[in-house]
């Protein structure tokens, strides 16, 4: 029979087992959520913590009614599991509650690039690699996949989210498939402390390109497109109202 205090150690370990590598402990994001909420809960009780388990709750309520994984879904569908990205959410609360600790925290110099980061992106593509080289070490690595950081005045954190795709190649002669990964894989968003999900989502060229295929540019023009750029836009929306085989789709 372990005593409480075996019983947080091993709970502990195992919490940043989940967060290293959370694909070893579930296989999508809903089961992400009950591995690391169920986790959360029985740490909090443990600790006589039930308040502040309800605060965690009450702002966890904001992803809305399908729960955390419900926002990732709706924004690039059910085919790109959000494991990983829903155990980061869960890694930040976890840590603000003293449950995880954390490779690195930026001071206020090393915070103040985060700020900016919307304008910083533009309409481009990052790797994992220009990231790193950018901000340093991340607070956390979420699986290879999700950099987390975060800063020392214990405020919301930022989350890069990559995807790294696997492509499957014939191998002339062996009679196989081979899997191939990036090594190096592209940033699809970058998660910014705000009100909403929404508001917070910063999209790279290639992240955009996943939410709204590559006409992306036709119904959702960037800030920073040119007076040309809008009125091309601007004309094919038009062109596109007009065809009677798209005007009656809903």
């Known amino acids: 029979m372990r005593t409480p205090e075996q019983l947080k150690s091993r709970w502990l370990t195992e919490a940043e087992q989940q967060f290293a590598r959370p694909e070893m402990f579930a296989r999508s994001g809903p089961e992400m959520e009950s591995v690391a909420g169920g986790r959360l809960r029985e740490l909090c009780y443990l600790d006589d ?12 309520r904001g992803f809305g009614k399908f ?14 599991h959000c494991t990983a ?15 995880l600790e954390l490779e690195r925290v930026l001071g206020p110099t090393e915070w103040a690039p985060m700020t900016g980061l919307r304008d ?4 481009r593509d990052l790797r994992r690699s220009e990231i790193e080289a950018t901000f340093g070490e991340p607070s956390l690595r979420v699986s290879p996949r999700v950099l987390c950081y975060a800063p020392s005045d214990g405020g919301p954190w930022v989350f890069f989210d990559c995807l790294q795709e696997v492509t499957h190649r014939y191998v002339p002669g062996a009679g196989r498939m081979d899997a191939e990964s990036d090594a190096d894989p592209l940033v699809r968003d970058i998660r910014t402390p705000a009100a909403g999900f929404e508001d ?12 709204w ?38």
């Open 213 to 250: 295929g590559p006409g992306w540019w036709i119904h959702q023009p960037s800030e920073t497109a040119t007076d040309e750029q809008k009125a091309i836009a601007e004309q094919l929306r038009n062109i596109e109202a007009d065809d009677p085989s798209r005007g009656f789709r809903r």
């Open 200 to 211: 917070g989502l910063v999209l790279t060229l290639y992240g955009k390109v996943l939410r």
């Open 49 to 60: 913590r039930d308040i502040e388990y309800e605060q965690v709750r009450k702002a966890l």
């Open 120 to 123: 910083w992106v533009a309409n």
């Open 67 to 80: 729960g955390v994984h419900g926002p990732f879904e709706a924004t690039f569908g059910e085919k790109y």
């Open 85 to 99: 990205e829903v155990a980061s959410v869960y890694a930040e609360f976890y840590h603000r509650l003293g449950y």
